[in-house]
């Protein structure tokens, strides 16, 4: 996977729009840009996924400028639910047959939302 | 209702002691990953399969083994070789292989104190 560098922690306060950057300079043609949320002692749920330009869905929006090599996500409006760690993951889609690929989580961005 | 399981939630052992933890997963996915997360950190591959009977080392595979001998099922032995065996351990699942652009589905977790 290429590398990330997601700034450490954020905080935001309720009903405020968030937007957390990724860079990722080192990102390959066939490489995708998938965001995780993960709340304390649980899994990471999928958020978002794109390739290049916007893309939207009913929790958040995916912004990847023309040259690819960093991506912002965009969470409208965000709640005390919204309290998480948030990471940002990059590679391809392509299936590996018998190989070593390094697939990898970063720390992520802590984002904090007060009242 | 398809997901992943994994079970229990909280394991204790004593030092010494060899401990399974399960995955079990209904959503018809080849690939399944086992990934361990240190408090404050990212996740970090532990292994992976792309199919059954098929499994290959992550990151940090030393002290570790797994068996995928159902399409459902990729139970991890955390042997007394492993060090620093107290963790959170998530398991999750995807389509095929390629986290980098395959959503993945993660297990609830299971967090393994050892004394």
């Known amino acids: 996977l290429a590398k990330t560098t997601q700034p450490i922690s954020m905080d935001s306060y309720e009903g405020q729009e968030v937007n957390i950057t990724c860079s990722h300079n080192n990102i390959a043609t066939n490489d995708y840009i998938t965001w995780y949320q993960q709340f304390p002692s649980q899994g990471p749920r999928f958020i978002i996924q794109?390739?290049?330009t916007k893309v939207t869905n009913e929790v958040a929006s995916l912004f990847i400028p023309a040259d690819r090599k960093s991506s912002t996500l965009s969470l409208p409006r965000v709640s005390l639910s919204d309290t998480a760690v948030y990471y940002c993951l990059v590679g391809d889609k392509r299936q590996v047959a018998g190989s070593a690929r390094q697939l990898t989580f970063g720390s992520g961005t802590q984002l904090t939302v007060l009242p | 209702d398809g997901g992943i399981t994994q079970s229990p939630k909280y394991l204790f052992r004593k030092e010494g002691q060899n401990v399974t933890l399960s995955c079990e997963q209904n959503l018809n996915h080849d690939a399944m990953y086992w990934y361990r997360q240190d408090p404050g950190q990212g996740l970090r591959l532990i292994y992976y399969?792309?199919?059954?009977?098929?499994?290959q080392k992550g990151d940090i595979a030393e002290g570790y083994s797994v068996s995928r001998e159902k399409k459902e099922s990729f139970p991890l032995t955390v042997t007394s070789a492993q060090k620093n065996p107290t963790a959170f351990y998530l398991c999750?699942?995807?389509?095929?292989?390629?986290?980098?652009?395959?959503?993945?589905?993660f297990g609830p977790g299971t967090r393994l104190t050892v004394t």
């Open positions: 794109g390739y290049k």
């Open positions: 399969s792309q199919i059954v009977n098929d499994f």
């Open positions: 999750a699942s995807s389509i095929v292989l390629g986290q980098g652009g395959n959503e993945q589905y």
